[in-house]
């Protein structure tokens, strides 16, 4: 079989951003652009919300069943967020890099802490919200959650977005469509890393007839 450009094993990104931000919309404008990528659903033992499909949004699990797995070591990271338990399960994560598929990761500060110890050339970017006023508006437009969970959530973001400095990437969320570009940019570039392409393709592409 001849071999491929890259290396098989797909790559890791990691975006984080304060609730509001506006991060799961330019996750799935990413994963809509770019099929090589999947979107890494996590097992949560937050009820879901209006709209939200089990298995495709998230795994909702109760807690007893998130603590066996946390107990198995299932997860690659795990974590409380407002109150309720989020893990990324290592299983799916090794299997669908497996296929060669890039997975992006959906995850809070604590989670990608975990996830740079344990595989560090994972890309980490960061998302903001134009600016603290925007993202009150937001979070209270968004009417989803009862006022005391969004007071939680904003006394909670300034603390998070501290944490940029970790990060390999910034984007800033103040037009959607720009901010899917750029962070398809950022997908695009990484596979293009040298690290990430196949010595062998190069050996049998434009080697092999070198003496
Ligand atoms: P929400 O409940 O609004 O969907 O998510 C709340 C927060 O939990 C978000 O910051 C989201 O990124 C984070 N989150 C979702 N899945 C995971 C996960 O598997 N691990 C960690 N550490 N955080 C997660």
Not at 169 to 197: H, M
């Amino acid at each position: 079989m001849p071999h491929t450009k890259r290396k098989l094993q797909g790559n890791l990104i990691v975006i984080s951003a304060p609730s509001g931000a506006g991060k799961t919309s330019i996750r799935q404008g990413l994963c809509e652009l770019m099929p090589e990528i999947k979107h890494s659903v996590s097992f949560t033992t937050r009820k879901p919300r209006q709209g939200e499909v089990d298995g495709v949004d998230y795994s909702f699990i109760s807690k007893e069943e998130f603590i066996n797995m946390v107990d198995s070591g299932d997860f690659l990271e795990w974590a409380e967020v407002h109150g309720n338990m989020y893990g990324t399960s290592k299983k799916r994560i090794d299997e669908t890099r497996a296929q060669g598929f890039d997975m992006i990761l959906d995850i809070d500060v604590q989670g990608a802490k975990q996830v740079k110890n344990a595989i560090p050339d994972t890309v980490f970017v960061f998302i903001l919200p134009p600016s603290l006023d925007e993202l009150k508006q937001r979070l209270s437009f968004r009417n989803s959650d009862p006022e005391d969970v969004i007071n939680k959530r904003l006394s909670k973001a300034a603390a998070e977005i501290v944490e940029y400095t970790n990060y390999n990437y910034v984007i800033v969320n103040d037009n959607l469509k720009g901010a899917i570009g750029e962070l398809v940019s950022i997908a695009k570039a990484e596979r293009a890393r040298v690290s990430k392409i196949n010595e062998d393709w190069i050996k049998e592409k434009f080697l092999g007839g070198i003496k």
